[in-house]
């Protein structure tokens, strides 16, 4: 008996925790789904009263309930009849013109679906038959380079920002609605994302400077220096849209709402095998990776350049640019002057490469040689010249006599 009254009085004072919650017309509270009756689904918001949603809101195109039990939701209250509350995730098709103004007022979302790609922007169905507009810029978190074959035929949650003229005029935001959403996901990731971590995700959208990738309602930015250890000329031919990926979170910068990843740092270092097998004095085969006013950048393994400087290259003459000398795609044979480990630099020399100390040694020699020759040449010569005058002046002497 004391055990049953123990009880009792545990349900009678958790039932007096619940008030009745006054809630405005209008406001998004987060509830939990505690039970299904036909078409209702019950909800759990804390308070005394229950919460009712209409379960065609969550189901699938099968008619499924998408939620279970002890799922939380995001919910906007319509009104209070007797001791319910009405709650909905968004004013659907079949709505009239009257709840579509009463979504306008209370600032709850709107199903629309984009039937046209008009100037400036796209023509939206909301509820039934109504017209409204959704302006380019309003129709994402990011532009998209081709909007019309991306959007046009969908059916998207719009907030409506203008209703004038009797609903003649309406205008309405799905980035809206998309801002708030990453708000709330924000707030959740910040509390499990950390720098250094591998997080999985899809790419959502490649672009020259990199590919986004969907984390879980946020967006984060593969850059193309982060794409490989090799550079990167053509991004799609890494990444196509909808690919699952596992990147390194890089930066966090919950100010800007920016998440930088890198896929390059879940593979391995090349640099590795720079330190064991690239050592200076190496020669071997390259190719030109590409030309820059200072040098030629030579491919020696993936993931690994070196560098010739424009002062060696020419074959001893001065030249204005590698290109005079050399093109993208070359095979060269090089050989390996310097490495830098903790710079990640590796100096490079053509094969047949001469210093200009050893140039000037070798010409110094050729030079000692050519003035030896001279002189051998100069003192045969004088030798030539004093045979023949000593054989002219014995001719003389004969002929007197």
């Known amino acids: ?94 709505s009239n013109n009257a709840h579509i103004e009463e979504a306008w007022r209370s600032g709850i979302p709107v199903d629309g679906l984009v039937k046209a790609e008009i100037k400036g922007g796209f023509e939206i169905t909301l509820g039934g038959n109504t017209r409204a507009f959704c302006p380019y810029s309003q129709m994402g978190l990011r532009r998209v380079e081709d909007a019309g074959s991306e959007y046009l035929g969908t059916r998207m949650a719009f907030k409506i920002t203008r209703f004038e003229e009797g609903g003649r005029n309406i205008v309405v935001s799905a980035r809206a609605i998309l801002e708030e959403e990453r708000e709330r996901l924000k707030e959740s990731l910040q509390q499990s994302l950390r720098e250094g971590m591998a997080i999985s995700g899809t790419v959502t959208s490649i672009r020259d400077f990199g590919a986004f990738v969907d984390i879980g309602g946020m967006e984060g930015l593969i850059p193309i220096s982060e794409i490989g250890w090799s550079r990167v000329e053509d991004i799609k031919e890494h990444f196509t849209v909808g690919q699952a990926v596992t990147a390194i979170i890089k930066s966090l910068d919950w100010t800007k709402g920016r998440i930088a990843l890198s896929l390059k740092d879940t593979l391995e270092d090349p640099w590795e095998k720079v330190r064991k097998e690239f050592l200076p004095g190496t020669s071997l085969q390259g190719k030109v990776a590409r030309l820059t006013p200072f040098g030629a950048f030579i491919t020696l393994a993936p993931g690994i350049d ?38 990640r630099k590796i100096s490079l020399t053509p094969a047949d490469y001469e210093a200009p100390e050893v140039q000037e040694e070798i010409e110094r020699k050729e030079l000692k040689e050519f003035q030896a020759s001279r002189r051998r040449e100069s003192q045969q010569t004088k030798e030539i010249g004093s045979l023949g005058e000593l054989l002219k002046a014995k001719l003389a002497q004969k002929g007197r006599g």
């Open 1 to 94: 008996m004391e055990k049953n009254s123990e009880s009792f009085a545990d349900l009678f004072n958790e039932d007096q925790k619940k008030t009745v919650r006054r809630l405005i017309r209008g406001q998004r509270i987060t509830a939990t789904v505690a039970g299904f009756s036909g078409e209702s689904i019950f909800l759990d918001t804390g308070a005394k009263s229950e919460g009712i949603l209409n379960a065609s809101e969550l189901a699938d195109s099968d008619g499924n309930i998408t939620v279970a039990v002890g799922d939380t939701l995001e919910v906007y209250f319509i009104q209070a009849k007797a001791a319910e509350q009405i709650f909905t995730t968004k004013i659907g098709a079949g």
């Open 306 to 343: 070196g560098l010739i400087h424009i002062s060696k290259l020419g074959g001893g003459r001065r030249i204005n640019h590698p290109r005079e000398v050399m093109e993208a795609g070359q095979d060269v044979e090089v050989t390996i002057e310097a490495v830098d480990n903790d710079k």
